[in-house]
Every structure is written in structure tokens, then in C-alpha cells.
């Protein structure tokens, strides 16, 4: 999908006559090539990434949530069994000593 709308981005700007400047020796010119450019790039960048309903935008902010809850109880989970572990570890080797 990223790539579609790099594509579909790099064909509008080769269609697109305005976008292109021709060099000049001048220095306005080279002033106004540079103010061609920065309009360019934010038309761009605020071009939305993809068209999401309010609700589906919550729902997937949701769902980021959801799975870093997640990870936080695997990770907790996790501790609890290495400390599980390394206690009847300990209690192994008192009962071997």
C-alpha cells in the first residue's frame, strides 16, 4: 500500500508542470525554486495516509493499547517464573548439600 501511494506521489509530480523549475543563473530565481520545493513538500506531507473513519482510528489505538498491555503482562509473567525457577533451584541445592 506504501508503495502504491509512492508511485501514485512520484507520477503527479513528473505530470505535473508547475512542480518543475528551470534553473537559472540568477539568484531570485534560485530563491524562488527553493519556495517551489517547501510548497511542494507540504502539499505532500499533509496528504492523509489513508482514509480511516474516526472510529476505526479509536479501535486501532485500542488495539496498540491492548497489545502493549499484553506485553507488559508477558513480561511480568516471565519474571515470576525466572524467580520461581531460580527459588527451586536453590531449594535443589540445599537438598543436594
Not at 534553473?23 to 480511516?52: L, N, Y
Request: no cysteine.
Amino acid at each position: 500500500a506504501e508503495l502504491e501511494k509512492l508511485i501514485s506521489l512520484a507520477e503527479a509530480a513528473v505530470n505535473e508542470p508547475s512542480s518543475f523549475v528551470t534553473p537559472s543563473k540568477t539568484i531570485a530565481a534560485d530563491s524562488s525554486q527553493k519556495e517551489d520545493i517547501s510548497k511542494g513538500i507540504a502539499v505532500e506531507s499533509s496528504v492523509p495516509q489513508s482514509k480511516q473513519t474516526p472510529q476505526e482510528i479509536e479501535q486501532e489505538r485500542l488495539s496498540m493499547l491492548d497489545i502493549d498491555r499484553l506485553k507488559a503482562q508477558d513480561e511480568e509473567e516471565r519474571k515470576n517464573r525466572l524467580a520461581d525457577l531460580s527459588k527451586s533451584d536453590s531449594e535443589y541445592a540445599k537438598q543436594v548439600a
